[in-house]
């Protein structure tokens, strides 16, 4: 059961970070919650500012973000995002001997934290839809005695592990968010990780989801995340690219 | 049942990329041809050829790999893997073969830096053609830190490669379904050569089973002993060697106390048990003898009353302990050049296994 929850907790982390219907610079109104299976827990903390964490890696990879609204006027929305991260704990779980050892137990994992910063801006497009914009680099401390042969090279993992290994990473991205009817909506985004002087140096995301309201307290979402990636190889080559196509699904509750 | 589910998660990444999680195999199915990026020359034929058998343990020379050795790593540097590598091609350009029979021989593995070491090796030797099948193809391993893995056996040849094909061996029966799906499905690879004023010319490469303790290995040997027979009833001209992980008829089986790590301890059942896997040599009734059919029918580099001998040992588990054990051999439907069977137990820092070589004539 402890191997299941290790492995869950850091591919929850690798699939929602940042992402999912959290995806626009909309901040939640004041003292809503949002929960889903997947994504962070969101609390509207103040009328535009919203704080986030990830309950599965609260102990393992603790973490959180605070967005904060700057500006809103017409039909445009701008936040930026700041999230720190300590995925020390988590990574020395899966750092083991035998199977769920996705690191070779010969490393040393070292206390490392990242900072990501992200700004957004969101556009009203008509009433069914938000095209949202965001860039944002990401920083880390603490990784330069990491081991470049400790990295775990899959989808959605490498490239946002590699901040540790690069100490710094950039990330750009869009969403569409829409609305089909009533009970019905969607969300086709798009993210570009680059990882400058490292092997594996870039990934592209994109996702598209279909969310049915149940009620405004209950959605259910269903899509598919596609990656094209950049991963480490060795002679003749340095870099070798891969699609991986995953299948996604999450249930998310909400309450004022 | 919970390796079962803590596995769940990782193939729901990785099983809808384009390529399967676990790569299994025909039955026969093509090999993957290689050239080097340049060419050396042919050198003119003198009516022999030299053949070299040699399980080079991925490039990793005595590195202590955790699956081996009493190892403690899994994953070497680049420059560890480029440093072993460059001291196996110089030992090759000495040896000077025309035929190389490799066994464990990475490409795309994370283990060894992702390095293509059949690449590489034909790019820094005087080989020309190569050709490659997987024994062990997984995009991750999630155990141990070992991740993709992509490792086999190779004919490399100064001649071209006109065809060749991976024979699938069976697989172990002595472990869980789990297991199995992750583990080697290793293989004969048979490559047709275009030697010249030859048609049916065939080069032989084989890795038998190394920790099994039920009789795959004597499958095994069988599969590989029908591959010679079926060429030598066709007419066919080959030479066939490889790691075949079974002692000589004659030779000491119990390697088990040798072989111990630390704070291991064999051989305290009423029965004899138990043994350290892949070093006992009699799990099943006539395990001693299994090679004793190939000595029977074939030429050898090694006769088998030097095989016996500490002469032509051609492993040990470690490089502070003696070669201790014949585990690879070449056999061939020619005659083999009078003494010209060498075993090079110099190599005691290339590898866990020495190279072994004979000139075969070929008229």
């Known amino acids: ?3 299941i929850f290790l492995i869950a907790a850091l591919l929850s982390q690798a699939l929602s970070q940042g992402e999912w219907l959290s995806g626009t610079a909309h901040t939640l109104s ?9 994504q962070p827990v969101r609390w509207g903390q103040a009328e535009g500012r919203e704080v986030s964490f990830y309950k599965l890696t609260a102990f393992l990879m603790p973490g959180a973000t605070v967005k904060q609204r700057w500006l809103q006027r017409y039909d445009w929305t701008i936040s930026s995002s700041h999230s720190v991260y300590y995925p020390t704990p988590l990574l020395k779980m899966v750092t083991k001997p035998g ?3 996705m690191i070779s137990p010969e490393f040393e994992i070292p206390n490392m934290v990242s900072v990501w910063n992200m700004v957004l801006a969101s556009k009203q497009l008509n009433n069914d839809k938000i095209l949202t914009v965001k860039a944002g680099m990401a920083l880390a401390f603490g990784g330069s005695d990491l081991a470049v042969e400790s990295t775990i090279d899959l989808p959605l ?3 946002r592990l590699a901040v540790y290994y690069n100490n710094w990473l950039l990330r750009f991205g869009s969403d569409m968010d829409s609305r089909l009817n009533e009970k019905w909506t969607y969300l086709v985004d798009g993210d570009l990780f680059i990882i400058p002087g490292m092997k594996g140096s870039f990934a592209l995301e994109h996702k598209g989801m279909v969310t049915w309201e149940k009620s405004s307290r209950f959605h259910i979402s269903l899509g598919y995340k596609m990656v094209y990636g950049q991963y480490p190889d060795g002679y003749p080559n340095e870099n070798i690219t891969r699609l991986h196509i995953l299948p996604m699904i999450d249930f998310a509750w909400s309450r004022e | 049942m919970h390796q079962v589910k803590s596995l769940f998660y990782i193939l729901f990444i990785i099983l809808f990329s384009c390529e399967p999680l676990v790569t299994t195999f025909e039955d026969v199915e093509e ?28 490039g990793i020379g005595r590195l202590p790999f955790f699956g081996d050795s009493c190892g403690d790593r899994t994953v070497m540097t680049e420059k560890e893997v480029m440093d072993a590598l460059e001291i196996v091609a110089a030992k090759i350009d000495t040896i000077d073969p025309d035929i190389i029979l490799f066994q464990e021989v990475d490409r795309e593995s994370k283990r060894t830096q992702y390095i293509d ?16 099948a997987s024994m062990w193809k997984a995009q991750t391993i999630p155990s141990d830190g070992i991740g993709r893995i992509d490792a086999g056996n190779v004919v490399m040849t100064r001649h071209e490669i006109e065809s060749a094909e991976r024979i699938e061996l069976p697989l172990r029966t002595d472990q869980d379904a789990l297991t199995q799906m992750f583990y080697l499905r290793r293989n004969i690879l048979k490559a047709k050569i275009a030697i010249p004023d030859m048609d049916n010319f065939y080069a032989v490469s084989v890795h038998a089973t190394a920790f099994a303790t039920d009789d795959t290995k004597q499958k095994h040997v069988n599969t590989f002993k029908n591959v010679l027979d079926e060429m030598a009833a066709a007419g066919d001209v080959f030479v066939a060697g490889g790691d075949l992980n079974s002692v000589p008829p004659g030779a000491e089986t119990d390697f088990c106390d040798k072989d111990a790590c630390e704070g291991d301890v064999f051989h305290t059942d009423e029965d004899g048990g138990p043994h350290l896997e ?9 395990e001693p003898t299994l090679l004793q059919p190939l000595y029977d029918t074939y030429n050898t580099a090694i006769s088998l009353t030097a095989a016996v001998t500490a002469d032509h040992n051609t492993h040990s588990t470690s490089e502070d302990r003696a070669w201790d054990r014949k585990l690879d051999y070449i056999f061939t439907n020619k005659n083999v050049a009078s003494e010209s069977g060498t075993t090079f137990q110099e190599a005691i820092q290339l590898s866990d296994h020495a190279p072994v070589s004979c000139k075969i004539i070929l008229e």
Do not use: C
């Open chain 1, 1 to 3: 059961m402890k191997k």
């Open chain 1, 157 to 159: 993992i490498y490239h």
């Open chain 1, 30 to 38: 004041q003292g809503r919650w949002e929960f889903g299976l997947f």
């Open chain 2, 31 to 58: 090999a993957v041809l290689y050239e080097a990026k340049t060419f050396t020359t042919i050198p003119a034929p003198d009516n022999a050829l030299t053949i070299l058998s040699w399980n080079i343990r991925f």
């Open chain 2, 117 to 132: 070491q059949v690449q590489w090796l034909l790019d820094h030797t005087d080989m020309n053609y190569a050709a490659y």
């Open chain 1, 99 to 101: 199977i769920g050892g």
């Open chain 2, 278 to 286: 892949g070093s006992y040599f009699e799990n099943f009734a006539n």
